[in-house]
């Protein structure tokens, strides 16, 4: 998967030291409104480090993606996700708010698993604690 940051950070895999949360290892998610984004000049212009949307079809199964994708055509409920200079996972709704508030109770094993996949793919440190806003 391409890494939507500079070409430099996405070539040596590596992620800048504020990804890795405000505070040690304790990442902030913060659940916010992002743009649908598409290119990654937009994902520069918007100031974030990262850009990428996530989902759950409706046969149940996972999905997450950067910024040069676009939700499946079977999302039973999607996501956008980014990261911001300041190293807080943002997240946000595909439709209406009431999904984006879902990630914090009803689908908090989508946000655990999207976390995951952020520390698989070297966007973040696996985080020892999560501090969630909403």
């Known amino acids: 998967m391409k890494k939507t940051g500079t070409a430099s950070q996405a070539s040596a895999g590596k992620v800048p030291a504020a990804a890795a949360g405000?505070?040690?290892?304790?990442?902030t998610v913060r659940l916010t409104s992002l743009p649908d984004i598409t290119s990654?000049?937009?994902v520069e212009e918007h100031g974030y480090l990262f850009y990428g949307r996530f989902a759950v079809t409706r046969d149940g199964k996972f999905?997450?993606?950067d910024?040069?994708?676009t939700h499946p055509v079977n999302?039973?409920?999607?996501?956008y996700w980014a990261?911001?200079?300041n190293g807080e996972l943002l997240v946000s709704a595909r439709g209406v708010a009431?999904?984006?508030?879902?990630l914090f109770h009803g689908h908090k094993a989508s946000l655990a698993r999207l976390i995951h996949e952020l520390?698989?793919?070297d966007y973040i440190k696996e985080p020892t604690g999560i501090r969630m806003i909403t």
């Open 63 to 65: 999905w997450f993606a």
């Open 75 to 79: 999302t039973e409920i999607g996501w």
């Open 67 to 69: 910024a040069l994708s």
């Open 40 to 42: 990654l000049s937009d």
């Open 83 to 85: 990261l911001a200079t």
């Open 119 to 121: 520390a698989q793919h």
């Open 22 to 27: 405000p505070q040690a290892n304790v990442l």
């Open 98 to 102: 009431l999904e984006g508030e879902s």
